[in-house]
């Protein structure tokens, strides 16, 4: 089945800095992944919408100058979260669609901690 | 946009026990409905899923049935196991690639 990967799984950066989060489909192509946003028993909360050699769609309340989204390729979307804050310390999960009617599936997640 | 909702938060049947887990959309073009279950630390992970067209789906203990008149959804478990405990989410989308709204999740606890 598709497999998607995300990598970090886990990444504790300092306030200030900036966090790239990597989005893999590795046996299919993603013309299309999406960026969520989990907080601790909450839901997943859609952040954006990755689209290969275009720009991301933000859902609204997202500042795209913090989270920047970059899909520079059919297998690759890249989250950086810019500038850090303790306020941004979370569970953040992408997934793709394999196309067509097909699923979403879901990378492992990386879970940022910012101090 | 698309809204879900989803009811309810916390469910806690006993082993053997069926649970059932309630779902509403808003926009009526939505015509994908999957349901996802997330176990701790870990991802969601598609258990089942219903299109528009088809009223009642199975899949061994579990079973989605949609009401799209009424625009809701559920999700049935029976014989439930404690391995059955996690979060269960339930979503709607639009089929082609458009975004998947999710509802707000429901923990499900399993006692033995």
Sequence with gaps: GAVVSQHPSRVICKSGTSVKIECRSLDFQATTMFWYRQFPKKSLMLMATSNEGSKATYEQGVEKDKFLINHASLTLSTLTVTSAHPEDSSFYICSARGGGNSPLHFGNGTRLTVT | ?112
């Design chain 2, 1 to 112: 946009g698309e809204n879900v909702e989803q009811h309810p938060s916390t469910l806690s049947v006993q082993e053997g026990d069926s649970a059932v887990i309630k779902c509403t959309y808003s926009d009526s073009a939505s015509n994908y409905f999957p349901w996802y279950k997330q176990e701790l630390g870990k991802r969601p992970q598609l258990i089942i899923d219903i299109r528009s067209n088809v009223g009642e789906k199975k899949d061994q203990r579990i079973a989605v049935t949609l009401n799209k008149t009424a625009k809701h959804f559920s999700l049935h478990i029976t014989e439930t196991q404690p391995e059955d405990s996690a979060v269960y989410f339930c979503a709607a989308s639009i089929s082609g690639g458009f975004k998947t709204i999710f509802g707000a999740g429901t923990r499900l606890f399993v006692k033995a």
